[in-house]
């Protein structure tokens, strides 16, 4: 287990970013990493410590590449998705032989934990990742955006 979610989160990362950057730094024009972290990589997880380190480890990783491809023009950036309208949502909260009314109640529980009262939307993620890659942000490297409904501003 700890092999697989170590190349599931960190190793495919490190060889994809070490394979793409020496070609995108050969036209001069430079370009956009994008990583995806957690909001596990900035705060602590009693439920998956392992999860919440590799995803930190993502975090150190894009702000080394953020500085090793700042003088090509190339711009590295995380997202940090919270509790997201995904199958993995449910898996995290449901427990083995538990009833369905009480995977809906620990769901709406954290939803309460939640400032926005709702949890984040697949497309949502999918907007922040257009616009880091996008030429609007350009002058946007190194940082890691919680998209979260506010769940790490408390």
Known sequence: MWDFQVNINLRSAV???????PLMGQDGRGGSVLFTSSVSGIIASRN?????????????????????????????????????????????????????EVLEERLASFQQAIP????????????????????????????AIPIDGGYTAL
């Not at 060889?15 to 950057?21: N, P, V, Y």
């Not at 702000?63 to 998705?81: E, H, K, V």
């Not at 949502?89 to 083995?96: D, E, G, H």
């Open 15 to 21: 060889f994809l970013t070490k394979t793409i950057l």
């Open 48 to 100: 998956s410590p392992v999860y919440a380190a590799l995803k930190a480890a993502i975090i150190g990783f894009m702000r080394c590449i953020a500085a090793i491809g700042g003088p090509q023009a190339i711009r590295a950036n995380a997202l940090l998705p919270g509790a997201t309208e995904t199958p993995m949502l449910q898996q995290f909260f449901a427990a083995p032989g538990e009833p369905a």
């Open 116 to 143: 926005m009262r709702r949890f984040c939307r697949p497309s949502e993620v999918a907007q922040l990742a257009l616009f880091l890659a996008s030429d609007r942000s350009s002058y946007l490297t190194g940082v």
